[in-house]
């Protein structure tokens, strides 16, 4: 049975290109499934930290006879996947912090992966300085919009790189993505405005300071 994802979901798979997946917190295994189902990947092993999602996942695998190629592995961020079992490890709908902190164990344990794509709901700066702190980089980093909401979604491989605090919040290619940095323009007016009212907020203030480096830095690009 064919499977629709939605648009985040959907970006989020097609960042996966060969060999074999581990989707780590898949829940209902909709991503697994799909991943299987276009030939996207030969294998996946579909993990969770909940048993009843994960059993919604084995289901979806055996109503569709593809329990052979998706397998269900109960068990804690990447405490399921032994180093290098898989091409690349998909993490997605888990917040940043919770990601990183995946991220770092994993690495404290000597596991390395080609690569990983991630999709964290907050946070998305300490998952890049993660990345970047265990032997990431990141190849690609881009926005999907889904449900009016905006989602990072970012595809890695093993190599070193160094990001700017500018590029850890916004991303590596803000400086070329228009819609980021009208964003970022509306945001700096809009606290300008309410720093007026609230003289006294120093949390307003850093908050403009960051925006003020971030935007500097696409005023000297456009010098170059
Ligand atoms: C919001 S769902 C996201 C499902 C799917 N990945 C997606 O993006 O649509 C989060 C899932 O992560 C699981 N989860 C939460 N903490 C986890 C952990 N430490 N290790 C593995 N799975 C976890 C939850 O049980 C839940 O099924």
Aim: with cysteine; hydrophobic share 40%.
């Amino acid at each position: 049975m064919p499977i629709r994802l939605d648009e985040r979901l959907y970006a989020i798979g097609c960042l996966v290109d060969y060999g074999s997946v581990a989707d780590i917190g898949c829940d209902h295994g909709k991503l697994s499934y799909w991943l299987i189902g276009t030939d996207r990947a030969s294998k996946v092993i579909a993990t969770d930290i909940s048993a009843p999602s994960l059993k919604k996942a084995a289901e979806l695998a055996l109503v569709n006879g593809v329990e052979g190629r998706m397998i269900t592995r109960l068990g804690d961020g990447l405490a399921p996947i032994a180093d290098g079992e898989v091409d690349t490890v998909v993490i997605a709908g888990l917040g940043g912090d919770l990601m990183s902190r995946m991220l770092a164990a994993a690495h404290a344990e000597g596991k390395r992966f080609a690569h990983y794509v991630l999709s964290p709901n907050t946070h998305p700066e300490k998952v890049r300085a993660q990345l970047v702190a265990t032997g990431n980089r990141i190849i690609v980093d881009k926005c999907v919009m889904c449900a009016g909401k905006r989602y990072t979604v970012l595809k890695t491989e093993v190599g070193q790189m160094s990001l700017t605090p500018s590029q850890l919040l916004f991303g590596t290619d803000y400086l070329d993505d228009a819609e980021t940095l009208n964003a970022l323009r509306q945001e700096l007016e809009m606290r300008r405005k309410l720093s007026e009212e609230n003289p006294d907020s120093q949390a307003l203030k850093d908050r403009i300071k960051v925006l003020e480096t971030a935007l500097e830095m696409s005023k000297q690009e456009d010098k170059l």
